[in-house]
């Protein structure tokens, strides 16, 4: 057995954020400083995934319900935009590199989950490459900063689940919900819109304007279903739009931990804080990416 520490470098630095510390730091603060603090402390968050230009201000509302003084675990649920994966998958690594400072893998949580034999493990590589997750550990670090020392985090790429295996890893984390000194981070963009290759996703409501008032409404009615805190009524809504939500098999675990939570009657709420949209369009060769945050509080 090696004790040799496997680090993920902060493989996006540089490019889709800032690779400087302390610029990385105050841009950071400056979005949090435009951020209200209305419904801490957040048991869980939704809070988008592209560059920092394009949603760190949307982010920062979900993150300013963090509370680091109860946080000692912080699980980050991120979508596999790069390889193909039925299942979840747990990170090879030991530690997350950020430009601000490292963060630790809670490697006793990361035993329990590879026990139950649900989850596989990703090469350092696949980690690397995927940006998901590695979104929201500068965000992460610096909401947890006044505690850095005291929390640990638990990373998990998750696949594109069949509606049962999204209700069986909602079940078997819902147990790390119910604590309190564990956050969930959902890592979701919202609406991919355009023609374009990557997207291929052009609905349309003449009814309701131009383009993108077209796409505020589909998500926003995509955003009141998750508000719901209702698996099925989100897994229908997929269905019969087909909007390309990337987060939607994280959103779905969630959703069902929550669900299984429930039935012991724990009480809780949902409420997103912020919409944005990467451009505005208004013809058929526009294109554009919406963002969404939210959080989630216990009663």
Known sequence: MSNRVVCREASHAGSWYSASGSQLNAQLEGWLSQAQ?????????????????????????????????????????????????????????DIYRTPLYDLRIDQKVYADLWKTGLFERMTLQ??????????????????????????????????ALSESKEQEYGKLLSKYLADPSNL????????????????????????????????????????????????????NYLKKYRNTICGR?????????????????????????NYAQSSECRNWQDSSVSYAAGALVVH
């Not at 003449?206 to 998750?226: A, C, F, N, P, V």
């Open 37 to 93: 603090s209305t419904i801490r402390p957040a048991r869980a968050i939704i809070a988008p995934h592209a560059g920092y230009t394009y949603c760190g201000a949307c982010a920062a509302h979900a993150y300013k319900q963090v509370d680091p003084s109860i946080t000692r675990r912080v699980f980050i649920l991120g979508p596999s935009h790069h390889v193909p994966l039925s299942r979840c998958a747990l990170s090879p690594a």
């Open 126 to 159: 696949t980690d690397e490459d995927e940006h998901s997750i590695e979104m929201h550990l500068p965000y992460t670090a610096k909401a947890m900063e006044s505690h850095k020392d005291e929390f640990s985090i638990v990373p998990v790429l998750v696949g």
């Open 249 to 273: 098999h994280p959103i779905g675990v969630l959703l069902n931990a929550v669900a299984e939570l429930r039935k012991s009657g724990l009480e809780m709420n949902f409420t997103f804080l």
């Open 184 to 235: 969930f981070i959902i890592s979701s963009d919202f609406c991919h819109w355009g023609r374009c290759q990557r997207f291929r996703y052009t609905y349309y409501d003449e009814s309701q304007g131009e383009i993108y008032r077209s796409i505020e409404h589909l998500d926003k009615m995509g955003m009141s279903i998750i508000e719901q805190l209702d698996p099925m009524s989100f897994t």
